[in-house]
């Protein structure tokens, strides 16, 4: 899928606040909210457990980034990068949240809305239990994960002014949106 | 003699098991069980009343705003506060388009997969689907090109090998009767709805500021400011124009796709106003009414009981003959599990005694399930869109009696059909239909209201907890999606002190009681046919008619760690 709207990023984060590790996405969300990083026209959305009901919150974004607890079998605290069909290829049982994401992505599909680019961000969990804490491993990561986000949102502003530098009368137009 | 389990059952919200007996082919008992705790009433106990109904309405996710409703109501009742016009029309507002909304869900998202066989539509020549849509409805999408489109959108989903949200249909069952082409027309109308549905609901976060669960309910009316001259007021004339337009759009829907759609689809299933009948007994509270909650001759939707499926009789309805029964449910009462109990009175003391998972079947002479059973004066009632209709046509509902006595003309069925699984489905899209008429009204009066100056929106009279008594109690009422729905409270020293809530789930989904008599679910599914034991899709039709919500039903609030079941797909 190759994002065709205005350009427009949106940071998304998953996850139970009441299942330890599961958290880790709604977190990191909360993180980079108050981030003075962040660029100002990221939108950053606290998706908890809701599946479809976030189909509202997803108009308009080109370009989604979706941070979860997602069992890749590595050690706890690992972060590891899905891209494309890779998110659609996760065996829907490795995430407690994947089906609704999966889902999600697909009703975007059947729905022919614009198409996004999706990145999936996840976090190895050393727990799912009840609890409101992250166990040590996973809060570490927590603040790489803030990194890895920054960093995705970066490539993804320079691919799009870029594609703005070739295509600058258009650009000046208002016929692509900014960058910003 | 064969037993069939179906655990957990899909496409509902919470979680529910079905034990089935079947010989001969045919259905012949059947146990409904809902596998988790209820607590939140345990919750409620030493918190201020006037905060209960943000605990209660996370009872559940999907109808978000009944339990809100139904414990305002409650403590207005034991404090004796009646609210304003306008906060009744902002409580009718809400509850009404969530009304709508649910059943648009479940007819479209939760339901139809289980008449409509999304593989069998891939197969359908979308010229001769564009020429059934035209000859039922003026519904503007209907061009073979757009039904192409749909088509080549689910191959590519079904090419995936992601079934996604259409992986929990048994493709291929031989009980799907429909034609290629019109379950390409479903799929179409499937996809449409999440886009409809998803729009509707910003009536919710216009007046409640938010969806799932409005934040703007108060005892003593709403927070929900007005202001004609304010365009920060969460209603001013821009967002009532946008309330209108909403309530516009759900309209055409409903009577351009809706209705339309349920007759057709019906009609390749007559079989099914035959299949389901259950107790035959119906109740509801009733509900939506701008004056007292006290005086049910206001009710647009009616207060009445219907026993034995006659029809020219509707019984009134007392709310004190509600009672509980914990015979054949995992709890026990002081006084012994043979005796029921009235809510006011209710008691909430969990007792597991079935098996110790994994488990092959429940003990189901004994206890198995953590839904209570309740009774009206001792008798078993279905609730839900079902005995709304029909209560309202026995009490003579111009409106009701056209819309019903038009679908079933159009199908060629008695009036006696409406007692059976497609009964409960007809009846909730004829209930979408007069209650969006409905929606129009209030909101033109909500705007009457504001253009006269007429803004009160709350009662403080008793907002201070020292102008209450020592001790007292009260119930609230509430016609939700799913039925009848009531919260008993009782205050003492400004505390609650005990809270019992009686939801539409727990009167369908409930287990027999200390005389045997079975719940709806229990009642309807005997005689089901089964062509495949393997894959019980005639009982799931039959359940999934009730529009199953056992969060309401049994409360979550302790999961067993193993068998915490993933539910991120709520919808």
């Excluded at chain 1, 494309?84 to 829907?92: A, Q």
């Excluded at chain 2, 409106?399 to 699984?421: C, E, I, M, R, Y």
Aim: proline share 6%; charged share 20%.
């Amino acid at each position: 899928m190759s994002p065709m709207g205005p350009f427009r990023i949106g940071v998304l984060g998953l996850g139970n606040l009441m299942r330890t590790d599961d958290a880790v996405g709604m977190l990191t969300a909360r993180l980079l909210d108050a981030d003075a990083r962040l660029p100002d026209s990221v939108t950053v959305i606290e998706g908890g457990t809701l599946g479809l009901d976030l189909l509202g919150r997803l108009d308009g974004i080109s370009h989604l980034l979706v941070l979860d607890a997602i069992d890749f079998g590595a050690a706890p605290g690992s972060r590891m990068k899905f891209v494309g069909d890779e998110i659609s290829r996760l065996p829907t049982s490795r995430s407690v949240h994947l089906l609704g994401l999966s889902d999600l992505l697909n009703v975007l599909l059947l729905m022919d809305a614009p198409a996004m680019e999706v990145v999936l961000l996840g976090v190895q969990p050393a727990s799912t239990d009840w609890g409101t804490t992250l166990t040590p491993a996973v809060e570490a990561a927590k603040h790489d994960l803030t990194d890895d986000v920054l960093m995705q949102i970066t490539l993804w502003t320079d691919d799009c002014q870029e594609r703005d530098r070739v295509a600058q009368p258009m650009a000046r137009q208002g016929e692509i949106a900014p960058c910003a | 003699m064969s037993r069939i389990v179906i655990d957990p059952v899909t496409r509902i919200e919470g979680h529910l098991r079905i034990e089935v007996e079947v010989e001969g082919s045919k259905v012949t008992d059947a146990w409904s069980s809902g596998t988790m705790f209820r607590g939140i009433e345990k919750i409620l106990r030493g918190r201020d009343p006037r905060e209960a109904w943000i605990w209660a309405q996370r009872i559940c996710g999907v109808c978000t705003t009944v339990h809100a409703i139904a414990s305002v109501r409650a403590v207005e009742d034991a404090l004796g506060i009646e609210i304003p016009e306008n906060a009744a029309l902002v409580r009718n507002i809400i509850a009404g388009t969530q009304n709508v909304q649910d059943h648009i869900i479940h007819f479209y998202h939760l339901h139809a997969l289980d008449w409509v066989d999304v593989v069998s539509a891939l197969k359908a020549d979308p010229a001769k689907t564009s020429q059934i849509a035209q000859s039922i409805s003026d519904w503007p999408k209907s061009s073979a090109t757009y039904f192409k489109g749909v088509q080549d959108r689910v191959k590519v989903l079904v090419a995936s090998g992601q079934l996604s949200l259409f992986s929990s249909g048994d493709w291929g069952h031989p009980a799907y009767k429909l034609p290629p082409e019109v379950n390409l027309l479903a799929v179409a109308h499937y996809i449409e709805a999440l886009d409809v549905q998803r729009e509707f609901i910003r009536i919710h976060a216009v007046l409640g500021g938010k969806n799932p669960h409005p934040q703007t309910f108060l005892v003593g009316g709403m927070a929900t400011g007005m202001d004609g001259n304010e365009p920060g007021a969460a209603l001013n004339p821009a967002t009532v124009t946008l309330l209108k337009q909403l309530v516009t759009n759900a309209k055409t829907f409903i009577e351009q796709v809706y209705l339309p759609d349920v007759v057709a689809i019906a009609g390749f299933y007559k079989e099914w106003f035959g299949y389901g009948q259950g107790i035959g007994n119906y109740m509801a509270y009733g509900d939506y009414t701008l004056g007292s909650h006290k005086d049910p001759a206001g009710f647009a939707i009616p207060r009445g009981m219907i026993l034995g499926r006659d029809l020219g009789t509707v019984h009134p309805v007392d709310p004190g003959q509600v009672s509980e029964f914990v015979t054949h449910s995992w709890y026990t009462y002081a006084e012994g599990d043979q005796v029921s109990k009235r809510p006011s009175q209710g008691e909430t003391s969990p007792k597991y005694t079935g098996p110790a998972p994994p488990y092959e079947f429940l003990h189901t002479d004994d206890k198995y399930s953590w839904v209570k059973a309740p009774r009206y004066d001792g008798k078993a009632m279905e609730v839900g869109p079902l005995a709304r209709t029909l209560i309202a046509y026995a009490k003579g509902s111009e409106p009701v009696k056209k819309l019903v006595d038009g679908a079933l003309a159009k199908l060629n069925l008695p009036l006696t059909g409406l007692f059976s699984t497609m009964g409960r489905i007809a009846a909730r899209a004829l209930e979408s239909a007069i209650m969006v008429g409905h929606l129009e009204e209030w909101v033109a009066k909500l705007d009457d209201n504001m253009a006269h100056g007429n803004l009160k929106m709350h009662n403080g009279e008793m907002w201070n907890p020292d102008s209450w008594p020592k001790s007292c109690q009260g119930f609230g009422l509430h016609e939700a999606p799913r039925g009848s729905l009531g919260h008993w409270v009782e205050i003492e020293n400004k505390k609650i002190v005990n809270y019992q809530a009686v939801v539409p789930s727990t009167w369908n989904a409930g287990p027999r009681d200390a005389q045997g008599q079975r719940g709806a679910y229990e009642s309807s599914l005997q005689g089901t046919p089964i062509a495949d034991p393997n894959r019980p899709l005639e009982v799931l039709r039959t359940v999934h008619s009730f529009d199953p919500c056992m969060a309401c039903a049994v409360h979550v609030v302790e999961a067993d760690q193993a068998a915490y079941s993933r539910k991120a797909l709520v919808i």
